[in-house]
Structure formats: C-alpha cells, structure tokens
C-alpha cells in the first residue's frame, strides 16, 4: 500500500515563515539572459551584483526548496533555501521547485495545493512581490509520466486562477515524450552523459547529445535553454566513480583516491547553442545559465562563460 503524504501545513510554512533576513522585490519583465540560482542559501555580494549588472540578467529561476521522501515514506519538503541577503530589486524572480521523481510513487493527489501555498508563502514572507511565473523541475520517467502530469494539470490551472504561469524543465530525455501540461519550458543542456563513465565528459558532450536533438524541433512546446557554468569534483576510488566532493560533503578521500574536474568549455556551450540554433532558434530566445551560485562566479569571470550568452 502506498503511504500518503500527509503534510502538516504547519510543518510546510513554519520553515518559510522562520527563515532569517528579507527578500527584495521582484521586478522586470522578459530578458534574453537569465539564470538559476541552486544553492540553500541566498547571498549576494558585490561580484553577484556586477555580473546581473554587466550581463543584463534580469530574471533569476530561484531553487526556493527540494521535495522528497522522507525516512518515514513521507513526501515532504527539503534543504529549503535561506535568504542571508535581500533579494535584488532589478531582477524578476521565478520560484522554482526541484522534485525527486520517487515522490511520484506516493499519493501526492494534494500536491499542487501544498507547493502552491508554500512557493506563494515563501514569496510574500521575503518580499518577492509580483510573481508571474513558478518552476517546476523532476527527472520524471515512463512509470510516474502520468502522475507527474496529473499533478502539473492541476497545480497549472491553480496558478492560472491567481494569474501566474507555469513552467517546467525538460530533459533531453524527455524530448521524446508527449509534452506536459505547462506553458512553456526549459531545456536543460547539461547532465548529458553518465557519471560513471570516467572516460567522457557527464555535463556536456555533443555525442551524448546528438541522438535526443531530433526531437527538438518537432517537439510542441515554447523553450528557453539552460546551458552549465559549473564543475564537478568527482572521487575516483579503484577505478570506479565513489561520489562527487561538495564544500560541506563528509565523503572523506582516501589515500590511492584519485580526483577528477569535469566542466563543460565556453567553446563546447557555445558550439552546442549554435547547434540548437540550426534547428529551433526560438529555443534560445532567453538563454540561462546554470548556475550563478557564489562558487560560480569567478568561474564565469575566469573562463569567458559570458561567450554562452548571444548578445
């Protein structure tokens, strides 16, 4: 028998309410440059504000919280962000939700109600005024097709009512598959190989790629494209793939161990997003970057990742 995720309303918004400092206020409409923002803390600085600034980003899609299954098999809410400065005041914020695709095993019939109240909740409490549009991001797959849509179907005509839109990434997987229920999307062009794999890059490889881009044009839903800026550390352990090393990770590296960066190159991005160009140019009518996270940003200084936004 499946558990039903039984939410305590008071466990969902207590964590919002109780989160430390204030938020800005979310303005601005349409922009050809944006980004995501993943971490579980907000914090902006000087070199954050430099580069919204001289990239004219002015739309940032906000992680506000993970939604998981829980040690008890309850669908709950997750590493819900933090918000240790305000919010800029020049930028539109889109409240974005990442959703682990096991929590669609569950009875999640009250889904859409909980995310709703609490991404509006969220909202209100850090003074992210005016929200136009939420996000909703999970790897969903054959087995839990239906009742993710299910659960975008209603949880997109709730928004409607209170005049705001919904959108939801995609995959490069899911390219293949009939297209949610959303008003648009954004395909996510990284995580394209496997991990495991020590001899190719995961993030981005065009050969990895290709196979899955035939489907793009066809494929019946307005897109905006996400392209990475980050790198991984992954741990190397008798040849095998032992984890990826995190600031605050406890994966402790063992003598013999042997540590990899992977990345995705500037030229690599930018020879991708030409190609996406010459099949569906409108998909890269806003261009995203993924992400501008404190530890990002001297990445993108560094190393040119400017050169993935067409000017």
Request: glycine residues 4%.
């Amino acid at each position: 028998m499946r558990k039903s995720c039984k939410w305590s309303l008071i466990g969902w918004f207590v964590a919002a309410i109780a989160l430390s400092a204030c938020g800005g206020s979310g303005k601005g409409g349409e922009s050809r440059h944006a980004a995501y923002y993943w971490s579980t803390t907000w914090e902006s600085d000087s070199a954050q504000r430099q580069l919204l600034s001289s990239h004219q980003i002015k739309k940032i899609y906000l992680r506000l919280f993970d939604v998981v299954v829980d040690e008890q098999g309850e669908v709950m809410p997750n590493a819900t962000i933090r918000f240790a400065s305000p919010m800029p005041d020049s930028v539109e914020i889109i409240p974005t939700v990442f959703i682990v695709n096991d929590c669609l095993d569950k009875d999640v019939s009250n889904l859409d109600q909980l995310l709703l109240k609490r991404i509006l909740q969220m909202a209100e409490t850090h003074d992210i005024m005016g929200v136009k549009e939420i996000q909703i991001d999970c790897d969903w797959t054959l087995r839990t097709r239906n009742t993710y849509f299910d659960m975008l179907r209603r949880l997109r005509d709730a928004a409607h009512e209170k005049g705001i839109s919904l959108s939801a990434t995609i995959r490069l997987h899911q390219l293949s598959q009939p297209v949610p229920p959303v008003d648009r999307g954004v395909l996510m062009m990284y995580n394209t190989g496997d991990l495991r794999n020590l001899s190719k890059n995961p993030i981005l490889d065009m050969n990895d790629a290709a196979p899955y881009m035939k489907n793009l044009k066809g494929y019946s839903l307005p897109l905006s494209t996400a392209y990475p800026v980050f790198e991984w550390k992954i741990l190397v352990r008798a040849g095998r793939m032992a984890g990826i090393l995190h600031s605050d990770d406890e994966l402790s590296v063992l003598p013999g161990d042997t540590i990899l960066t992977r990345s995705a190159s500037p030229d690599t991005v930018v020879m991708v997003r030409e190609a996406i160009d010459r099949i569906r140019s409108d998909a890269n009518d806003e261009q995203i970057l993924f992400d501008i996270s404190r530890n990002n940003i001297q990445r993108i200084n560094n190393y040119h990742y400017e050169k993935i936004y067409r000017h």
